[in-house]
C-alpha cells in the first residue's frame, strides 16, 4: 500500500507560478515511476509530465519549457514547479505512482484544485 497526498494547488493569475508537492508513504520501497496528471470538468484524467525512478522527466508538450518536474527519493516527495500559468492548465492536479513488478498497481492522491483566471 502506497498513500499519496498533493498540496500546493490554488487560485493564480495567468502568468503567475504554483509549485505542487506530493509525500509519498507506506510501502515506498515498491514505488517506480510516478507522474503528475490533472483532469479538467468534462474531460479525461491526462499525463501532464512522468518521472523515472533515477529523476529523468518525460513532459506532456503543453508543459515544455514552463513546468519541472523534481523527485527527491530520500524524502519520497515528488514536486511539480509550475511558471507561466495559464488558464488551461486549470484542473485538479493528481499525483500518480507506479508499482514495481506485475501486474502493476497505480496509486493516485485526492488531487488539489489549480485554477489560473484573472
Known amino acids: 500500500q502506497v498513500q499519496l497526498v498533493e498540496s500546493g494547488g490554488g487560485l493564480v493569475q495567468p502568468g503567475g507560478s504554483l509549485r505542487l508537492t506530493c509525500a509519498a508513504s507506506?510501502?515506498?520501497?515498491?514505488?517506480?515511476?510516478m507522474a503528475w496528471y490533472r483532469q479538467a470538468p468534462g474531460k479525461q484524467r491526462e499525463l501532464v509530465v512522468a518521472?523515472?525512478?533515477?529523476?529523468?522527466?518525460m513532459y506532456e508538450n503543453s508543459v515544455k519549457g514552463r513546468f519541472t518536474i523534481s523527485r527527491d527519493n530520500n524524502k519520497n516527495t515528488m514536486y511539480l514547479q509550475m511558471n507561466n500559468l495559464k488558464p488551461e492548465d486549470t484542473a485538479v492536479y493528481y499525483c500518480?505512482?507506479?508499482?514495481?513488478?506485475?501486474?502493476?498497481?497505480?496509486?493516485w492522491g485526492q488531487g488539489t484544485q489549480v485554477t489560473v483566471s484573472s
Open positions: 500518480n505512482a507506479d508499482s514495481v513488478g506485475f501486474p502493476r498497481t497505480r496509486y
Open positions: 507506506g510501502s515506498i520501497h515498491s514505488i517506480n515511476s
Open positions: 518521472i523515472t525512478n533515477a529523476g529523468t522527466p
